[in-house]
């Protein structure tokens, strides 16, 4: 009887570990895209300012570096519709900014759309 006790508990044991590894991957990797990965974006004075606080880095872009830029829309329902706006620099960094994720995002396309129009591709 006491051999069952033992089996059993080993078994929970083991079921616990294979939770702690499957989750554990997908946490960390949730953890770095939600909280290391967070910036703070400016445009104005024909300057990008990406500022990443939990990396304690921050990036200034002119203008002038901006390769191409690009306002995606895709259609997700009778009435709503996802936008992204997609800015790739010369040095081959980009950026993805989100209409639900950034509250400025319509002042950020309007800017570049003012700023860098020819920059937009088609």
């Avoid at 104005?44 to 570096?65: A, C, F, S, W």
């Avoid at 960094?93 to 700023?115: A, C, D, P, R, W």
Wanted: without cysteine; aromatic residues 14%; charged residues 20%.
């Amino acid at each position: 009887m006491n051999s069952l006790v033992i089996f059993r508990n080993q078994l929970v044991a083991w079921y616990n570990y294979a939770v702690v590894i499957v989750l554990l991957p997908i946490g960390l990797f949730v953890f770095y895209k939600i909280f290391i990965l967070y910036k703070i974006l400016k445009f104005g004075n024909n300057q990008i300012h990406i500022h990443y606080p939990m990396l304690r880095q921050t990036k200034v872009y002119l203008l002038d570096e901006i390769d191409q830029w690009t306002e995606n829309k895709v259609k997700t329902g009778k009435n709503s519709e996802y936008k992204e706006l997609q800015v790739r620099f010369t040095d081959g960094k980009k950026i993805n900014v989100g209409h639900k994720e950034y509250t400025e995002y319509s002042h950020m396309v309007q800017y570049l759309l003012q700023k860098a129009p020819k920059k937009k591709a088609a």
